[in-house]
């Protein structure tokens, strides 16, 4: 598992993220909400070790996040940033297969697990085209697929953070990868995922984070967080909370 406390980074002289705290749980998808200019994509810099706290620490399975060696991190820990860029015209199953790096496992192994996360994605269909061909939402899930491919199937000791992975996406899309998210999570893997749907949150999150002004604004399970008064406060906007007809979780409804 992975265990952040009071984590607090400054830019400029601003502070961006100041005592954040959280803890990620195996089989849990953990989801950060919050506005624009929030700390969101700070703050899994802060939890992946691309960016350094100016306070607190990141501990994956109760060792400093910077302690563990570059290989062994890789294995356990897998990051989608909010833009992934790649200027090379390789086949798409050569891009996925790049998220088998830290592993030896065998090109035969390699290649099932590459057929098996672009299935879970939907993007079966595009493993032999060129990645600069593809669309944008095209080009997202083959990154996801990457990711995923880096920690297939998942299992507990084994976190994910996504930033934004349905940005570019179509609805159909939307729901397909997150999908692929909560059933990888289904498999004991740790994963945090930055949403700005609230009503994909509430579907697939087991628990939810809420950012506003660099801090926690809220934190606990949809049906704690996604409430009318700290949606009011965090995003400016008046909503209705309603129970959604079939499935239980909260609705949330723009007035």
């Known amino acids: 598992m992975m265990q952040a406390d009071g984590l607090g980074v400054s830019r400029g002289g601003r502070s961006v993220l100041r005592g954040v705290s959280l803890g990620l749980r195996p089989g849990q998808v953990l989801g950060v909400l919050g506005p624009n200019g929030a ?34 991190r890789a ?5 989608l940033p909010q833009t992934s860029s790649l200027g090379f015209g ?18 035969a192994l390699d290649q099932q697990i590459v057929e098996q996360v672009l299935e879970a994605v939907d993007a079966s269909h595009l493993a032999g085209r060129n990645y600069l061909q593809l669309s944008g939402g095209e080009r997202q899930r083959v990154h996801l697929a990457r990711v995923l491919a880096q920690l297939w199937p998942g299992a507990d000791g084994q976190v994910l953070l996504l930033d934004e ?5 179509d609805p159909l899309h939307q729901l397909s990868v997150l999908d692929a998210v909560r059933r990888f999570a289904d498999h004991g893997a740790s994963v945090l995922v930055i949403l700005h749907d609230l009503n994909l ?10 950012l506003g002004d660099g801090g926690v604004q809220a934190s606990g399970s949809p049906e704690q967080v996604l409430q009318p008064a700290a949606l009011q406060r965090v995003f400016g906007i008046d909503v209705l909370v309603q129970r959604h007809p079939e499935r239980g979780h909260p609705l949330i409804i723009a007035r």
Not at 91 to 107: A, E, F, I
């Open 39 to 72: 700390g969101k994509s700070s703050l899994l810099g802060l939890l992946s070790g691309e960016l350094r706290a100016d306070a607190g620490s990141v501990l994956l399975d109760g060792q400093l996040l910077q302690d563990w060696p570059g290989r062994q």
């Open 75 to 79: 294995q356990r820990l897998a990051v």
């Open 90 to 107: 390789f086949q798409v199953k050569q891009v996925v297969r790049m998220g088998r790096m830290p592993h030896d496992t065998g090109l």
């Open 165 to 169: 992975p349905t940005s570019m996406l």
């Open 201 to 210: 949150a509430a579907r697939y999150c087991d628990q939810l984070l809420l």
